[in-house]
């Protein structure tokens, strides 16, 4: 309504000349009349208020607050579950040694109408008065139980244990849960753990060492090359003198050993000195420095020889580790095999390594730009650049006439759209499923998927994006109060809580219009407690809370993007940041988090065979029947991994 409806409304019921005065304060959607009766009318006034006939409303008028001494906002919060005058009562008892007590209220569930024990309450501190301070747990009654309330001027407090003087982040009994992938002990995260930086690679070293050959060795000097014994396999290759022979050993063992990375090889061959032999060094990322490490295998190329080599199938044992090859009953017993031939056998720990998720959130203003083909193709150009695997979009403007441009120009392995949302996943490690909200709460402003591995490398989660309105504080609510809704349904069913990440533009600043107690009005109080409750702030990793995530305008800037992962993700995040783009590309900055998931089951560290077996045809047969074999033993129930 306008101002000039408002003193039409006021002076059709009670006339201009009934009146002081009258001013009219505040924002153009949130207007304050300020009026002086006479004192004729007033009872009258107070008593029937304004009649607003067109939108079959009347508003009451209250008392102003005096100019006199200081005023504060309470949010409440754990209240019993008692009735009305019960709690009244108790709110009246607990604050009152604070200050006057001029207002109070409790919230409802706007739906149903649910009490879920959250209220406010509005004091008054005169000037002259000495008043306790208002901590943040309050008693309630004789009995040891207590509310919470919250105020901007509180001193600090722990959102994990409601201790004052320390953040959640500093809670001795918040860290007491917290597990670190690096070292898998309690109290500290992967980022912050000494063990895991002390024994991370340098990013500066070079991961590959240089291949190591004989002709390394030949440098020596005569006097150190005669300190070192020769190998039975060094001594048939070519480089060998002439008059060398070649003497009946037992197996050479010889293990190259690493942090994550375990060698044992084992050879024997009883060939013929005039036999070509073929000179094989391993190439590890983890080899010894030391000139021993050197590995020699002959390896003999006639087919006869071959008879008696024993191929088996790889297979996962106890100690995590893969075997290439069977190895002879006679070899485990240390003793040397009586037979003719080659037999190798490998043992290789797999090194694994820790599986890093890259989410990012951005509303991007449209990512179809109808007045400029080459803006949008530079802009999903770097959107896709950016090496996320997973990018939720809003406000995206999407048709079905511009999906597929949108699609073929960032190149996503999957994506799912709406006319408001769209999400895409850059990697094939990380596996869409849209989870159908249709029945629950049908709108286009969101999109819920399910993520997960194809070979189930990680424990699932869950991603829900969504786009608030933004032309109406009641359409917000109602959206809001319709997510929380879904989400309490969804969550007895089809998706966990603790793992699911909640991302987009809620069109409300939580320190401007939520922590201050100015906009309430502006959100459901329902979905605020729910993700209080069951949800973390990812922006909190790098202290990025109040760093503006909108500016239209110089001098127009809030935070009304979010990423908020549920508590069984909260201590996996490693990263946050906020990154701003183009004006032309959009006025919204983009939100990246990243997350450790745990730790791959395959990495670096898998031996490669030998490409000289491939070529053998004897070596093919055998091959070619063992699998064939194996397939048909293979159980029944087994997976197709």
């Not at 505040?26 to 009766?37: D, F, H, S």
């Not at 569930?109 to 005169?126: K, L, N, P, R, S």
């Not at 020699?296 to 006639?302: A, R």
């Not at 909640?502 to 069109?507: E, P, Q, Y």
Request: glycine fraction near 6%; aromatic fraction near 10%.
């Amino acid at each position: 309504m306008t101002d000039q409806q408002h003193l039409f409304a006021i002076g059709a019921k009670y006339g201009p000349q009934n009146f002081y005065g009258i001013k009219i304060l505040g924002r153009p959607k949130q207007r304050y009349i300020e009026l002086n009766p006479h004192p004729s009318i007033l009872k009258t006034f107070v008593e029937e208020g304004i009649p607003y006939a067109h939108h079959h409303v009347r508003l009451l008028p209250c008392k102003a607050i005096d100019g006199v001494g200081k005023v504060i906002q309470i949010n409440l919060t754990d209240i019993p579950f008692l009735p009305y005058e019960d709690i009244k009562h108790g709110v009246s008892a607990a604050l009152s040694p604070f200050g006057t007590i001029l207002d109070f209220g409790l919230k409802y569930e706007t739906t149903q109408g649910w009490f879920m024990g959250a209220g406010y309450a509005v004091i008054q501190q005169d000037e002259g008065t000495v008043y306790p301070t208002l901590h943040h747990t309050i008693p309630w009654g004789s009995d040891g139980d207590v509310i919470y309330a919250t105020c901007p001027d509180m001193p600090t407090w722990c959102r994990y244990c409601h201790e004052e003087n320390h953040t959640k982040y500093e809670c001795k009994k918040a860290k007491a849960s917290i597990l670190c992938y690096g070292c898998h002990s309690f109290g500290h995260v992967v980022a912050e753990c000494p063990t895991a930086t002390s024994n991370a690679p340098s990013k500066k070293q070079g991961f590959k060492k240089p291949r190591k050959s004989y002709l390394d060795d030949k440098e020596k000097t005569d006097e150190e090359s005669s300190n070192l014994p020769p190998s039975k396999e060094l001594l048939k290759s070519n480089y060998a003198p002439e008059a060398s022979t070649t003497p009946k050993s037992a197996p050479i063992s010889k293990e190259i050993a690493a942090d994550n990375v375990k060698l044992a090889a084992y050879a024997d061959d009883d060939d013929d000195d005039d036999d070509e032999d073929l000179d094989y060094t391993p190439n590890n990322a983890d080899e010894s420095n030391s000139d021993d490490d050197d590995m020699h295998y002959s390896i003999d190329e006639d087919e006869d020889n071959f008879s008696d080599v024993e191929i088996a199938g790889a297979r996962l044992t106890g100690t995590n580790s893969i075997d290439l090859t069977k190895v002879p009953e006679d070899e485990q017993m240390n003793e040397a095999p009586t037979h003719h031939g080659s037999n190798l056998f490998y043992s290789i720990i797999i090194m694994s390594i820790h599986i890093k998720f890259n989410y990012a959130s951005l509303n991007c203003n449209s990512l179809v730009k109808i007045s400029s083909s080459s803006t949008q193709s530079s802009y999903l150009r770097y959107l896709r650049l950016q090496q996320y695997n997973i990018f939720s979009f809003q406000e995206t403007h999407a048709s079905p006439s511009t999906i597929p441009s949108l699609d073929m120009q960032l190149q996503a392995q999957q994506t799912f759209w709406t006319a408001h949302c769209g999400i895409a996943s850059f990697s094939s490690d990380y596996i869409l499923t849209k989870i159908p909200t249709d029945t629950i709460f049908p709108s286009d402003r969101l999109i819920l998927c399910k993520v997960h591995h194809p070979h189930d490398f990680y424990i699932p989660f869950y991603i829900l994006n969504l786009y608030a309105p933004a032309d109406s504080n009641v359409a917000r609510r109602e959206f809001f109060d319709s997510i929380y809704h879904m989400l309490l349904h969804l969550s007895d069913t089809t998706l966990s809580l603790d793992r699911l990440l909640i991302s987009g533009d809620f069109n409300y600043d939580l320190c401007r219009d939520i922590d201050s107690g100015k906009g309430l009005f502006k959100t459901s109080p329902n979905w605020i407690t729910f993700l209080q409750q069951f949800f973390h702030n990812t922006m909190q990793c790098n202290d990025l809370v109040s760093v503006p995530t909108f500016q239209r305008r110089v001098g127009t800037a809030s935070s009304i993007d979010y990423i908020y992962a549920g508590y069984g993700l909260q201590h996996s995040i490693t990263e946050s940041t906020i990154s701003y783009l183009q004006p032309t590309w959009s006025d919204h900055a983009i939100l990246h988090s990243s997350f450790s998931l745990g730790k791959s089951k395959t990495g670096p560290g898998i031996w490669r065979g030998n490409p000289q077996y491939a070529s053998n045809p004897k070596f093919q047969r055998m091959l070619t029947e063992h699998v064939n074999d194996l397939m048909d033993n293979m159980p029944t129930d087994c997976s197709p991994q």
